[in-house]
């Protein structure tokens, strides 16, 4: 029992010393930690800086991570009310009456005017490039870096990064116009070269037929032209004005001194309103004013020139009969012309896109090549003759043409159709 008793005494003893250790042991480092000096508030504060920024950097490189994945993934286009989805390589036409929208994800919109045609060529992660065929369309582009957008329009081509603005192309009178409500831009191609600066509230004008554009700003003609003075003014004197027919001119009444006053017939005011109309881009507008004041019978009257602005009032109005008979009779009237055969390209369009009637439609396409091999339409009638000639079920005469389209045309608007007609050819 003593032994046992000593037993205890001794780890007792042996627990009380571990004790004591440890309490010296932590009185010595409270000691020493009371001795050090105390850090100063600039070493708080910079220590604070220290851990905050590298917060920022780590925050910075993840966002950096996060938009360069964004980066990777193309835009979205949107068409219409429906929101239907486009694909590269679609073609999108705005009805006969009513305008058509195209949204894209980055925030830029494109809005066809009626009876407009486009084709989306590419949809990237930095913007989108889109082929302007005909018709009028307003255009407003977000100020972000991904939101760059390409319009070819013709033989323009519309750089921009961040603007407002509406184009109109006419492809059979080859007439480009531009309007630049805010920013600025850029366009090149035909008579603009290499490029040509453009800003907010500037209008241009231009035409690689007569090869001049004509910039206005604030209502004031710039004058801006290559040196192709003399031979445009020969063109422009040669073609028909656009002036009252000599049966429908007013007559000119005076009274005693005064200086002369026209006197015009409700019919012949009608006539007149017709045109300025049109002369504005206001198509639909024209063709009701057109139609009030006797469509048939003005086309009667009308010149050259007229008549491809009755034309295209009904056009945008969607009256394909009316177009149709203004075309027909412009040929008629004034055969073996270049408004003549521009009139034949825009038969054999309303032949494939309003009847569906694929032979006819070639046959004019043909004509305007016939008559025009050279003109400012050739890539594009050769283009609309591949695809008519191959609906109306001559696939190899397609596939003979597509092969000469890309010769001529390697990245032409039809380039893709021509690709697929020529992939698909039998062994």
Same mark, same amino acid.
């Given at each position: 029992?003593?032994?046992?008793? #000593? ?9 009380? !010393? ?36 590298? =917060?920022? /950097? ?6 950096? @991570? ?8 193309? &835009? ?20 006969? =009456? ?5 949204? %894209? ?35 407003? =582009? ?21 603007? #407002? ?14 309007? @630049?409500?805010?920013?600025? &831009? ?5 008579? %603009? ?12 004008? !231009? ?12 209502? #004031? ?62 198509? =639909? ?7 009030? !004041?006797? %469509? ?13 602005? @009755?034309?295209?009032?009904?056009? %945008? ?6 177009? !149709?008979?203004?075309? /027909? ?87 893709? &159709? ?10």
């Amino acid at each position: 029992m003593n032994d046992l008793n #000593r037993l205890g005494r001794r780890i007792a003893d042996e627990q009380d !010393a571990v004790r004591a250790r440890e309490t010296s042991g932590r009185f010595r480092v409270r000691e020493r930690l009371a001795s050090l000096p105390a850090p100063s508030a600039r070493s708080t504060r910079y220590k604070l800086w220290v851990a905050a920024a590298g =917060v920022s /950097i780590a925050a910075t490189m993840t966002f950096a @991570l996060w938009a360069r994945f964004i980066d990777t993934e193309p &835009l979205r286009a949107m068409i219409g009310s429906s929101q239907k989805r486009a694909a590269e390589g679609d073609w999108i036409e705005a009805p006969r =009456v009513e305008s058509l929208p195209v949204r %894209f994800s980055n925030g830029t919109s494109i809005d066809m005017a009626p009876r407009s045609r486009a084709r989306l060529l590419e949809l990237g992660s930095k913007g989108a490039h889109v082929l302007i065929e005909s018709g009028r369309v307003d255009v407003k =582009v977000v100020r972000r870096p991904d939101a760059g957008l390409k319009l070819s329009v013709g033989p323009f081509r519309i750089r921009v990064t961040g603007t #407002r603005f509406n184009v109109r192309w006419n492809p059979d009178l080859d007439e480009f116009k531009l309007e @630049l409500a805010e920013g600025n &831009l850029e366009v090149s191609g035909c008579v %603009f070269g290499q490029g040509y600066r453009m800003k907010a509230g500037q209008r241009v004008y !231009a035409s690689c037929k007569s090869g001049r554009f004509d910039m206005m700003e604030g209502g #004031r003609r710039g004058g801006e032209e290559i040196a192709m003075q003399e031979s445009v003014d020969a063109n422009a004197a040669s073609k028909p004005q656009a002036s009252l027919p000599e049966a429908s001119r007013p007559a000119i009444k005076r009274k005693g001194r005064g200086p002369a006053r026209q006197v015009f017939t409700s019919a012949q005011r009608r006539a007149l309103t017709w045109r300025k109309l049109a002369e504005q881009g206001s198509y =639909v507008q024209a063709f009701m004013s057109a139609e009030a !004041a006797g %469509f048939e019978s003005q086309c009667a009257q009308a010149n050259a020139t007229e008549l491809w602005m @009755l034309a295209d009032a009904a056009h %945008f109005a969607g009256a394909a009969k009316k177009e !149709a008979h203004a075309l /027909i009779l412009l040929r008629n009237r004034f055969p073996k012309t270049s408004l003549a055969a521009l009139a034949a390209y825009s038969l054999g369009r309303l032949e494939f896109d309003n009847r569906g009637s694929y032979g006819k439609s070639a046959r004019w396409f043909e004509v305007y090549l016939e008559e025009q091999p050279g003109g400012s339409l050739s890539r594009e009638a050769r283009g609309r003759l591949i695809e008519a000639i191959s609906r109306a079920g001559d696939v190899a005469r397609a596939r003979a043409l597509a092969a000469e389209y890309l010769r001529d045309y390697p990245s032409g608007p039809h380039a893709e &159709l021509a690709k697929n007609l020529l992939e698909t050819a039998e062994p």
